[in-house]
């Protein structure tokens, strides 16, 4: 199907074990982001990527980690995870033609 | 650090009833979007923005992009009980990279029959 997919869509995971969420999406759009979404901050761009093998910072990033080896896909990884990093996880992605960002259907992660 | 205050944090309002938030910052921004998300999913484009003084609708659905390019307000009349769920507005700072956005805290609409 085409659009844009996160897996899992619910994860628990122990402090400081290493996860990896996957966002995959069937555009070939060029940018690609992670957001988290808590409560009374709404979404804080972690990171996001321009094109495959380029990726930048965003607001939040301390403690994650991202790739793009390939266009569709686009990985953020918690090397270390803690409980502060318990949130929804939303990939988006977009073209260049403008800035309308579609997401994906987010990935709750609980970190024990 | 979050630069849009979004207001007002929830509505609770009877259907029929007519909607209106807004998003205000400091900062100038080129573009505004509104997204609506329903529980479990992600955020959904309702409508973009993109030159100053602009007025855009979509169906029910009204927003304007402040022509001092720090504000945008999104308005919905005639409430439905579909129309549950919270409204985000999101902006990309003149200067900051493509696609790049802020986002507000989110207003929490609930509609009563």
Known sequence: DAGITQSPRYKITETGRQVTLMCHQ?????????????????????????????????????????????????????????????????????????TEAFFGQGTRLTVV | GQQLNQSPQSMFIQEGEDVSMNCTSSSIFNTWLWYKQEPGEGPVLLIALYKAGELTSNGRLTAQFGITRKDSFLNISASIPSDVGIYFCAGQLIGSSWGKLQFGAGTQVVVTP
Not at chain 1, 40 to 46: K, T
Not at chain 1, 55 to 83: C, H, I, M, Q, W
């Open chain 1, 26 to 98: 069937t555009w070939s759009h060029s940018y690609m982001f992670w957001y988290r979404q808590d409560l009374g901050h709404g979404l804080r761009l972690i990171y996001y990527s321009a094109a495959a093998d380029i990726t930048d910072k965003g607001e939040v990033p301390d403690g994650y980690v991202v790739s793009r080896s390939k266009t569709e896909n686009f990985p953020l990884t918690l090397e270390s995870a803690t409980r502060s990093q318990t949130s929804v996880y939303f990939c988006a992605s977009t073209d260049r033609a403008d």
